[in-house]
């Protein structure tokens, strides 16, 4: 608040102060498979599609496809299979730990491209912090 003096009588000005608090991070959210299919499915997890900060397993003995990029994930697990689909498919978790299979579906590109180049359209990409992969993984 400024006190000012105009013409002989005291005025003053107000300005409007904002305060925002910021919300605590949220739990990490642990979502595990119940059955293979696309990651996209809601129905193939315990607690609906994970979404950032989750903590994801894969059950062992199913098969997750990823056909879209995840969100930035705590954790991921793999204990079953992976398989990702598409070139630009991205899984992005802090800690990826793979204790099954890992794997992308089988290239459809049967043709080359105009320099006479094959191009792959299917690859697996992890983006993480620390990989861990198990003997036998």
């Not at 949220?26 to 989750?54: C, E, F, I, L, Q």
Request: net charge negative; glycine share 10%.
């Amino acid at each position: 608040m400024t006190l000012r003096k105009h013409d002989g009588v005291a005025a003053f000005t107000t300005a409007a102060l904002v305060v925002a608090f910021m919300a605590a991070a949220p739990t990490a959210r642990a979502v595990t498979s119940m059955g293979s299919g696309y990651w996209t499915n809601p129905a193939v997890w315990d607690s609906g599609v994970p979404g950032p900060g989750a903590d994801v397993t894969i059950a062992g003995g199913h098969t997750i496809t990823a056909d879209v990029s995840t969100a930035d994930l705590n954790s991921l697990t793999a204990n079953g299979r992976l398989m990702f689909s598409g070139w630009n498919t991205a899984i992005t978790a802090t800690t990826v730990t793979v204790n099954g299979m890992i794997t992308n579906q089988a290239q459809g590109a049967a043709s080359t491209n105009e320099s006479g180049l094959w191009v792959a359209d299917s690859r697996v990409w992890i983006v993480c912090t620390t990989l861990m992969v198990a003997a036998g993984g």
